[in-house]
């Protein structure tokens, strides 16, 4: 076969262009200090954020993360336990940021959020593409305004707190009001084109109990769940919100309507705080160093819409305590599109969702729902703020009937709006007979 000198010449020319941007060398440290999950080493070209091999003395490599640097020395987060690490260990950078295999392959299948599968089938990343779990948020004068609703299945949210595509919502609860339960109910009941849930800090048992239980296989074929329990190291349960985020937006710059849930972001936090404080910042409140609250910022603002997709997301918030005035629960109500709290009251009257529609709000309710749903919503928050303020004369009998009209009709109301909003989790719905059911309900209301 005969070959032209001009493309012998190139062949070479694009041969030439690979050697001179591929690294013919690699830096080499060791280690110098360990305490805890901290490693300290002296390692030329390293960078924050770069991911490293640490080789123990039984060959085997243990990665680890740049977070800072002390003098001349970097110091490295372990992502897992660092047995078997020894003074002079050797240390090795890949030069790059942890990165995460994506692509369709991933659609219902749990990963680890260095992206290792844990279900315990093999994963075909052969057409993968490898992204970063550290990405900047799309640009604000790119992003498209909301207009679109968000179907989530249940009928309190999108009767009374109606979602946009492309909506950022933060669910607040104490623990044990039924998170979990919501969540797997909204992954089977969406109109998402993919479903990805980040489960950080879970406790090993509720991670098969929530895919078989509160997801389903239904729930299951649409979507990913990227895992880290709450006995793995601080770092790699912060990284789980992260690859989390990065495989959405992989989806959503295909175009999709992608839904992002988190339980619990409060957990991450937790992590961080632990982060922050091993390599040395300052505790503020509760114990939470400053950078926390920047880090929760940059993550939250990743998904929203984009030109290309959205990313609506659900991040639950565990209210310790049931205190609204945490830190966390503070910052994340300040950053997002709406909150929905779940009552803990509400609850123990066997009403689930226990969502207080009250103490809740969208944000973008008055942006993208019509006159009528609006106002139709707005008489039912009104009985049921007549109805709570006189709760407790109505429950002892103290209150006359006809001494007041408009909590009269709200008296008479009261099951037919229990009824709808409360559901059961098998229920599926559907969000314009849902606000058709609400119009309805409230079209001869003269409240």
């Known amino acids: 076969m005969h070959i032209s000198k001009d493309k012998i010449s190139q062949i070479k020319d694009k041969a030439l262009d690979i050697i001179n941007i591929t690294e013919t060398f690699q830096y080499k440290g060791t280690v110098s200090k360990l305490l805890g999950l901290t490693v300290e080493a002296k390692l030329p070209g390293l960078k924050i954020g770069d991911l490293c091999f640490i080789e123990t003395a039984d060959g085997s490599k243990k990665p680890a993360e740049v977070v800072a640097f002390k003098g001349d020395a970097a110091q490295m987060l372990l992502l897992y336990d660092g047995g078997g690490i020894a003074q ?36 075909d990343t052969s057409n993968a593409k490898y992204v970063s779990v550290e990405n900047s ?3 604000a004068f790119t992003r498209p305004i909301i207009k679109s609703k968000f179907s989530t299945g249940i009928r309190a949210i999108d009767g009374m707190l109606t979602l946009g595509a ?9 623990s044990g009001v039924g998170k979990s339960t919501m969540l797997g109910m909204i992954a089977r009941n969406s109109e998402a084109d993919v479903n990805v849930m980040a489960l950080i800090g879970e406790r090993g048992r509720e991670v098969k109990e929530f895919i078989e239980n509160s997801l389903g ?20 349960r912060m990284k789980a919100l992260q690859t989390a985020t990065a ?17 619990t972001v409060t957990r991450c936090a937790m992590a961080g705080r632990e982060v922050g404080l091993s390599i040395g910042e300052p505790p503020t409140m509760k114990g939470y160093p400053p950078s926390i609250f920047s880090w929760l910022q940059k993550i939250l603002e990743r998904s929203g819409a984009s030109p290309k997709g959205s990313i609506t997301a659900l991040y639950t918030v565990l209210m310790e305590g049931d205190d609204i005035n945490d830190p966390v629960v503070d910052t994340v109500r300040g950053i997002v599109d709406g909150h929905i709290f779940l009552s803990r009251k509400v609850a123990e009257m066997n009403h689930y969702p226990a969502i207080d529609v009250l103490g809740s709000v969208s944000r973008l309710f008055t942006e993208i729902c019509d006159q009528e749903h609006m106002d139709a919503a707005a008489k039912m928050r009104k009985m049921l703020a007549m109805y709570r303020e006189n709760k407790d004369l109505i429950d002892v009998g103290m209150y006359q009937p006809g001494s007041n009209q408009q909590l009269d009709l709200a008296i008479q109301m009261m099951p037919s709006i229990n009824a709808f909003l409360q559901q059961k989790t098998a229920d599926s719905v559907n969000m314009n007979g849902t606000i058709n059911t609400i119009k309805q309900m409230m079209a001869n209301i003269d409240i």
């Not at 492309?166 to 104490?174: E, H, I, K």
């Not at 992989?250 to 992608?258: L, S, T």
């Open 88 to 123: 002079g260990s050797l240390v090795t950078s890949t030069g790059k940021p942890i990165m995460v295999p994506v692509g369709d392959f991933l659609l219902g299948r749990l990963i680890n959020p260095l992206g290792i599968p844990l279900d315990g089938r093999p994963l």
């Open 137 to 139: 948020p799309p640009d």
């Open 166 to 174: 492309g909506q950022r919502m933060g669910l607040f609860a104490g």
């Open 217 to 236: 296989p239904e729930g299951m074929k649409k979507s990913v769940l990227v895992c880290s329990t709450g006995d793995q190291p601080p770092l790699i």
């Open 247 to 263: 495989v959405c937006e992989y989806f959503r710059d295909q175009g999709k309507k992608v839904f992002l849930m988190t339980d």
